[in-house]
Each structure stands twice: as structure tokens, then as C-alpha cells.
């Protein structure tokens, strides 16, 4: 597993220094919230198959849904891997605030919706985000304390081989994930973690020692 130089910069700190300001009162209840964990990597690097392995084998781990614009892939089902909207659905959760981030990839909109997430993060629980590069950028700036963890591919011979296999895109489509793929590759030194997809079993053991870690 490559390290990115952000290994361990970002350890949590205990809040504020020296007395607090209400000395001698009651201790407040401490809020037990969870770090968030983002898992990104360029389009066909297999982020979806090893999210779907962890919700079988981890259901403890909650997995965000997200809305897409997007029309489904055969055996995809609405609500299981996306909330599949109309473009003026998608606009108005945009405008209501209802998306924790949000992105445009290859033509479609795909965003987190808000609340879900913040109530088991809130709760303490174990949470994971699977989103792109633009997605994990808002989701930093929004949550600098959540752990970003970067899905590499073995090679890029092999990413093209995944994206161009898996039948689903036409070859417009393709061109425009591979392209999106060389400017998310580029970007892997800004995660926390790098792990390389050479099993879905492995990545999906690192995922959950990491998750769990940084819970
Ligand atoms: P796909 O169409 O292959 O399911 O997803 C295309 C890209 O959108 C993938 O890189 C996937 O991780 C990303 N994606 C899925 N859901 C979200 C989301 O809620 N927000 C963002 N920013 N990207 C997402």
C-alpha cells in the first residue's frame, strides 16, 4: 500500500487548551460523533464493486446513497446503488441545500445527500462516502477532519480495459470517463491513504481496518 505524504498529518487533536471556561460546572455530555471516511479513484477503478462487497460483509459500515441525474444500468435498483432524479429534482435538492457535495461526471449530477449522513456522524457511527475527485475535494474543504482514501488502479492499461469491458457506456461516454480518469490519477498525492485495486478482497480488509480506525 503507497502512503501519501498526508500520512498521519491529520491525527485528531484534543480541543482547546488549558481550563475551560466553565470550570467546576458539570461536565457537558461529550458528543460522540464519528469521523467521515470518502473513498474515491477515477471512474471504473472499481469504487462501486468494492462498496458493494462492504455492505454485504460490513453492514455495520453505512454506506451513503447518492442521488444521480444518471439512467440506471441494467441490475442497478433505485435506492440500492442511487437514488436516480430528474435533473429538476437534482436542481432543487441543490438549492435547498440538501446535498453535502455535489458534482457533475461525464454529463450526469451526482450528489450526497445531506442529512443521512450527518445524523450517523452525529450518532457516531461508522460512515463511508463513495464519490469522485471534485466530490472529495467539497467533502475536505466541508470536513477537514474526515479521512480521504484514494482507489488506484494496478495499472492504466488496466483501468481502460475495466472502463472499455464493462459494456454498460457507449463509446462517447468512455472517452469522457478515460479522460475524467487521467486528471483523478493526477490527484492521488491530495488523499490520505492510496490503495492499489488489485483484489477487491484486500482493498475491501484495508477499507475496513481504515474505516474502523478512523471511527
Ligand atoms: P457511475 O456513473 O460510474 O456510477 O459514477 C460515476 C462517478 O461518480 C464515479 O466516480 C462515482 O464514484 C461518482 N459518484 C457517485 N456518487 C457520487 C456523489 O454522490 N458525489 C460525487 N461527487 N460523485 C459521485
Known sequence: MANSPGDNARQTVAAGGGAPANAGAPAPRRARHSRLTVLSGPSGVGKSTVAAELRRRSPDIWISVSVTTRRPRPGEV??????????????????DGAL??????????????REPVERRIEAGL??????????????????????????????????????????????????????????????????????????????????????????
Request: charged content about 30%.
Open 78 to 95: 433505485n435506492g440500492r446503488e442511487y437514488h436516480f432524479v430528474t435533473g429538476a429534482e437534482f436542481d432543487r435538492m441543490v438549492a
Open 126 to 215: 461508522p460512515t463511508l462516502l463513495e464519490i469522485d475527485l471534485a466530490g472529495a475535494r467539497q467533502v475536505k474543504l466541508a470536513m477537514p477532519d474526515a479521512l480521504l482514501v484514494f482507489l488506484e488502479p494496478p495499472s492504466w492499461e488496466e483501468l481502460v480495459r475495466r472502463l472499455t469491458g464493462r459494456g454498460t457506456e457507449s463509446a462517447e461516454v468512455i472517452e469522457r470517463r478515460l479522460a475524467a480518469a487521467k486528471e483523478e490519477l493526477a490527484a492521488a498525492d491530495e488523499f490520505d491513504r492510496t490503495l492499489v485495486n488489485t483484489s477487491v478482497d484486500e482493498v475491501c480488509r484495508q477499507m475496513v481496518t481504515l474505516v474502523n480506525s478512523n471511527h
Open 100 to 113: 453535502l457535495e455535489w458534482a457533475e461526471f461525464a454529463g450526469n449530477k451526482y450528489g450526497t445527500p
